[in-house]
T-cell receptor, first 114, second 110 residues
């Protein structure tokens, strides 16, 4: 049973470009969480999704950031018009239905904005 | 406001020493995670516990619900244990998110 898969592991973008980060949850998991870790800071919650629904996006910046978890395929975290301050490690976690307190983490995507 | 506090922030130990990392949280929780993050690496979940004590190899995690406190212990520490250890609390409710401590950076010297 493969773990939570994130890709790419490293992503380099120039200012103004778009970044798309993918997360495939563990098989059978219907809940996905995105977290951001800024340099020298702790992890911070961004968004919580179930299939085709955003449950809680209270941690998402109001502009340029969006997330989806379609019926088929991975969850996508999309950052439009990236700025240097978006450089961070983005982690995805998944959990099985009705067991939301057990989260399994992916290896993260490290985004560098030049 | 829900908060998770960890101590110490940094910890240096000699190989073989017994390590304790502490975590306290502000209000009632339904579960607490201990996570390990290696430099440049991903995050590994070590334990999830809601009461009592769990043990895995040289790692032991305990939680005291009344005192709102958890500890992570490492026995016979080894340089490969060097990592950042993160405590994260799950407060439940409509949000599915974890509240993270800032982490404890452990360095074990040979």
């Amino acid at each position: 049973n493969a773990g939570v898969m994130q890709n790419p592991r490293h992503l380099v973008r120039r200012r103004g470009q778009e970044a798309r980060l993918r997360c495939s949850p563990m098989k059978g998991h219907s809940h996905v969480y995105w977290y951001r870790q800024l340099p020298e800071e702790g992890l911070k919650f961004m968004v919580y999704l179930q299939k085709e629904n955003i449950i809680d996006e209270s941690g998402m910046p109001k502009e340029r950031f969006s997330a989806e978890f379609p019926k088929e395929g991975p969850s996508i975290l999309r950052i439009q018009q990236v700025v240097r301050g978006d450089s961070a490690a983005y982690f995805c976690a998944s959990s099985p239905f009705l067991l939301e307190n057990i989260q399994y983490f992916g290896a993260g995507t490290r985004l560098s904005v030049l | 406001k829900n908060e998770v506090e960890q101590s110490p922030q940094n910890l240096t130990a000699q190989e073989g020493e017994f390590i304790t990392i502490n975590c306290s949280y502000s209000v009632g929780i339904s579960a607490l995670h201990w996570l390990q993050q290696h430099p440049g690496g991903g995050i590994v979940s070590l334990f999830m516990l809601s009461s009592g004590k769990k043990k895995h190899g040289r790692l032991i995690a305990t939680i005291n619900i009344q005192e709102k406190h958890s500890s992570l212990h490492i026995t016979a520490s080894h340089p490969r244990d060097s990592a950042v250890y993160i405590c994260a609390a799950y407060y439940g409710g409509s949000q599915g998110n974890l509240i993270f401590g800032k982490g404890t950076k452990l360095s074990v010297k040979p």
